[in-house]
């Protein structure tokens, strides 16, 4: 008796491990004013509050994973620091907290983006441009962002800082699938 309700119970797990995998693979269409995208069906996507901006939290196992945002005021990826050649100010500024990298080849590294976290390139997605921005070091962070999807030059963009193997593959799943009417 014992040994049979010990296999149900085992016979479950596994049943509800292949159901939860094969949820994993399967696609839903999610719409967003012009513009459409498909997202692994066990994302949840939930409205945040915004005023100019229509702004969408991505969750996973109710973790927030990532968001949406689809109006005028977004920008391009750009990463904030400064990089300097003079030691006495890398030491002066760096102590009070911000961001400053110290260069030999200020021009150099600067140009080739050496202290950057992410590697930034443009890419033709469904006949869109987008500049697509992907982690360089475990700290950055994964998106895909259009310029103008509208007549009002409306920007879109996914951003995700969650840096898994598994979730960098489900996002640039993604961005495949978007397309601008």
Known sequence: ??????????????????KQQE????????SIRNVSFEVPSNFVLKKDNSV???????FFHEKNIGSVYLGSYYKPFTEDYSITGEKEIFDK????????????Y????????????????????????????LPKKSKGSIGIYFDSIDVHKNKFAIVSTDLSEENKKKFLKIFK?????
């Open 1 to 18: 008796m014992i040994k049979r309700f010990i296999t149900l119970i085992v016979l479950t797990i596994v049943v509800n491990s292949c």
């Open 23 to 30: 949820k994993e693979h399967i696609f839903e269409k999610i």
């Open 52 to 58: 100019d901006t229509n702004v969408y939290d991505i």
């Open 93 to 104: 500024v760096s102590s009070k907290g911000t961001k400053i990298y110290y260069s030999k």
């Open 106 to 133: 200020l021009d150099n590294d600067y140009r080739n983006g050496i202290f950057n976290d992410n590697y930034y390139y443009f890419d033709t997605i469904n006949k869109n441009i987008a500049q697509v921005m």
């Open 177 to 181: 699938t978007i397309k601008i009417k």
